[in-house]
C-alpha cells in the first residue's frame, strides 16, 4: 500500500497550487479520500474530502470557495487545487485514504509555505 501526496512548495499570498495524492496497491467498493493539513503549533485540520464512488465533496469552512479536491478518471489520484492561497494556509499537507470498516492509510505529506 503507498499513498504519496506531491505538489507542495513556496508560493506567494494569492498565489495557486495543486496537490496530488496517489494511491496504489488495494482495492476497494468504497473510498473516501481525504486531505488534512498541520501548521506547527497546531492541530491537524481536515480540509476537504471527496468519495468515490459519488463524488461527494465536503470542504472547511476556512477554504470554503478557495480549494476545489477532484479525482481523475482511475479513482487512483485525488488532487486538491488551492487558490487563492493565503499565509494561514501555510502547513503540512497529508493525504488520507479510507474505507470504512477496513483500512485507513496516510502519506508522508507535502509541505506548503505561503510567504513573500
Known amino acids: 500500500v503507498q499513498v504519496v501526496e506531491s505538489g507542495g512548495g513556496l508560493v506567494q499570498p494569492g498565489g495557486s497550487l495543486r496537490l496530488s495524492c496517489a494511491a496504489s496497491?488495494?482495492?476497494?467498493?468504497?473510498?473516501?479520500t481525504k486531505w488534512y493539513r498541520q501548521a506547527p503549533g497546531k492541530e491537524r485540520e481536515m480540509v476537504a474530502f471527496?468519495?468515490?464512488?459519488?463524488?461527494?465533496?465536503n470542504y472547511s469552512d476556512s477554504v470554503k470557495g478557495r480549494f476545489t479536491i477532484s479525482r481523475d478518471n482511475t479513482g487512483n489520484t485525488v488532487y486538491l487545487q488551492m487558490n487563492a492561497l493565503k499565509p494561514e494556509d501555510t502547513a503540512r499537507y497529508y493525504c488520507?485514504?479510507?474505507?470504512?470498516?477496513?483500512?485507513?492509510?496516510w502519506g508522508p505529506g507535502t509541505q506548503v509555505t505561503v510567504s513573500g
Open positions: 488520507n485514504v479510507l474505507a470504512p470498516g477496513k483500512f485507513n492509510f
Open positions: 496497491g488495494f482495492t476497494s467498493d468504497a473510498l473516501i
Open positions: 471527496i468519495t468515490d464512488p459519488g463524488d461527494i465533496t
